[in-house]
């Protein structure tokens, strides 16, 4: 018979589990337990320390995924495949995140692979500063196509993006002007 203080240990890791990642398997929290919450949450605070997800294993399951530059759709399974098998869940969660807040897709970028080179931006830089991930974040081709920069011209300016980038993604709406923009 399992105790009560195994119990709430497995209770308090499946909490941590759910909020920094996806999940986990008993016998994965069983491990995460016997190692202790501090490294747990170290191990999720360093996700370099990790082995990668081979992504070439997916590849050798599913090849007829592997097109770069199509369609979106083929793009995310791959992602997926990642988010389900990574020894760093916080790092693939933190790039759900990001992808929330400054959104793009394929119904306008229609690269994939533009997408996909964000995706892995949010993924090195996600446990960084947010100023790191803005700036790396303006000169994405998937966000300046996204937010119509390559549209902005001395002659015919865009502000979509500046407005963007000042009203959701650092100020908020009311904290700036539009001589700001």
Known sequence: ??????????????????????????????????????????????????TPVDIYEFLRYYPMWWKPGTMGGLGQAPWVWTMINTASPLQEKLCIFYHNIFATGVSKVDHYDEIQDMIDMFREKGLGHYKDILLEVAKSPAMIYWLDNNENHADSINENWGRELLELFTMGVGNYTEDDV
């Open 1 to 50: 018979m399992i105790s009560t203080k195994a119990n709430t240990e497995i209770s308090l890791m499946a909490h941590l589990m759910r909020r920094a990642g996806f999940g986990a398997s008993r016998e994965e929290l069983e491990t995460r337990c016997k190692k202790g919450y501090t490294e747990t949450v170290e191990e999720l605070l360093a996700p370099l320390t990790q």
